[in-house]
């Protein structure tokens, strides 16, 4: 069984930065992709970009240097680097792990955005 445990969700002014964190453990192999995601209220969750077991990063257009993913693929965590924050940023993100055809995720953190 795989745990996924989202942190770092605050209220944070427009134009300010914040990380959050996903750690992921359980059963691990070789080769996983981690990926955020955010939701709004009433819509479907959105990617945000991802980190695979190589290392390698993709973000969406939307956040394209404004977000920057990191992490340490050995553990595995991810980290979302969220700078110049803008009020469409506040959302629940969510952290998913894809390993052996399945998928698992967080329960969420909360980002509100304050003008």
């Known amino acids: 069984q795989v745990q996924v445990v989202e942190s770092g969700g605050d209220t944070v002014q427009a134009g300010g930065s914040l990380r959050l964190s996903c750690d992921a453990s359980?059963?691990?192999?070789?080769?996983?992709?981690m990926s955020w995601h955010r939701q709004y209220p009433g819509k479907e969750r959105d990617l945000v970009g991802f980190?695979?077991?190589?290392?390698?990063?993709q973000n969406v257009a939307s956040v394209k240097g404004r977000f920057t993913i990191s992490g340490d693929t050995v553990k595995p965590t991810m980290y979302l680097l969220m700078s110049n924050i803008q009020p469409e940023d506040a959302a629940v993100y969510y952290c998913?792990?894809?390993?052996?055809?399945?998928?698992?995720w967080g329960q969420g953190t909360l980002v509100t955005v304050s003008s």
């Open positions: 998913n792990i894809y390993v052996l055809g399945r998928e698992y």
């Open positions: 359980g059963t691990l192999f070789r080769s996983y992709v």
């Open positions: 980190l695979n077991r190589d290392g390698n990063t």
